[in-house]
Structure formats: C-alpha cells, structure tokens
C-alpha cells in the first residue's frame, strides 16, 4: 500500500524548485506531517488532516512560483514591469483595433 510519504517523494522528486534552501522547511514540514499521518492511519484526525492539506497547498504554491524576477510572470515581476514602463498593467490594456 502507498502511503503519503512515498506520494510525497514522488511529488518533491517531479520538480527541481524543491531541492532549493528556500523551501527547505517546507518540505521538512511536508514530510513530517506525511509521517504523522502514516503512522495514524485511518484514524487521522482532522487537525493533522487540515495541517496536512494546507502545508500541501504551500508546496503547490512553491512549485507553481515564477522563480521571481527572471521569469518575468510572478505578480512582483508584472509590477516592478508596469512600473518601469516595460507594460501596461493588464487592467488597463487596450485592444488593437
């Protein structure tokens, strides 16, 4: 049978943004709370459940990240472009005619 923590690894394995130190803590997080919930089983409360699913939508987030300034898509990146007048902000672009 599966557990979470093996999904876990096969998750942290699929993107190389994990392995930064700036995630460090999020994945040890991950990883702990992976192991706690394997070890209750099925009777994993619903705290640990919640802990668990947050700190899975924290990892999502990491992975989905832009990688800041370079990638140019993170909402940072689109600001710090409308403000040095590289674009229009997207609220108020215009439709060429």
Avoid: I
Wanted: hydrophobic share 35%; aromatic share 2%; proline share 2%.
């Amino acid at each position: 049978m599966a557990t979470l923590r093996d999904a876990l690894e096969k998750t942290l394995a699929s993107d190389p943004k994990l392995k930064r130190d700036e995630h460090a803590a999020l994945v040890s997080l991950c990883r702990s709370l992976a192991d706690r919930a394997d070890d209750q089983g099925e009777n994993l409360t619903t705290h640990l459940s919640a802990a668990y699913l947050s700190a899975l939508k924290d990892l999502r987030r990491a992975m989905t990240e832009s990688g800041g300034k370079e990638a140019g898509g993170g909402k940072l990146a689109q600001l710090r472009s409308v403000q040095q007048g590289k674009q229009q902000p997207k609220s108020t672009r215009r439709r060429a005619s």
